[in-house]
């Protein structure tokens, strides 16, 4: 998950706004996701969640929560304008870097379609860098 706008919140508002509203977002990302859920600042304005033994199925609905969850405090001066995500599964054929890797590429389509979204499908392109192939 990347949280879209802090950085310009940052520069706009200064770092104590910014610092608000990641503390807002671990609140709410923490009340979206269930106990067994793991929730990871990689850095910066990028979260991820480990979803132990769950599919894409389930794991959907988890990441529109916590969406909508961030949607809620968007007309803030003080909030991010909104989170794009990207939804991928650790299946026994991937390694955690694919995963990852995965999940990226999902952000970033996320991210063309505008903030406040998560893309969990995953289109032949990104199954071809699951199976290490590129055109």
Wanted: aromatic share 2%.
């Amino acid at each position: 998950m990347d949280l879209d706008g802090l950085k310009e919140l940052n520069d706009r508002s200064g770092h104590q706004a910014g610092d608000e509203a990641l503390v807002r977002f671990a609140q709410d990302l923490r009340a979206s996701i269930r106990p067994e859920d793991i929730p990871v600042r990689i850095g910066g304005d990028e979260f991820l969640v480990v979803m132990p033994d769950t599919e894409i199925a389930d794991a959907t609905p988890i990441a529109e929560r916590i969406v909508a969850a961030v949607h809620a405090h968007t007309g803030s001066s003080h909030a991010v304008s909104g989170v794009s995500a990207g939804v991928a599964t650790w299946r026994a054929s991937r390694d955690i870097d694919q995963v990852l890797a995965i999940a990226d590429r999902l952000l970033y389509v996320s991210k063309q379609h505008g903030s406040d979204k998560s893309v969990t499908s995953e289109p032949p392109e990104l199954m071809r860098l699951e199976l290490g192939t590129r055109r």
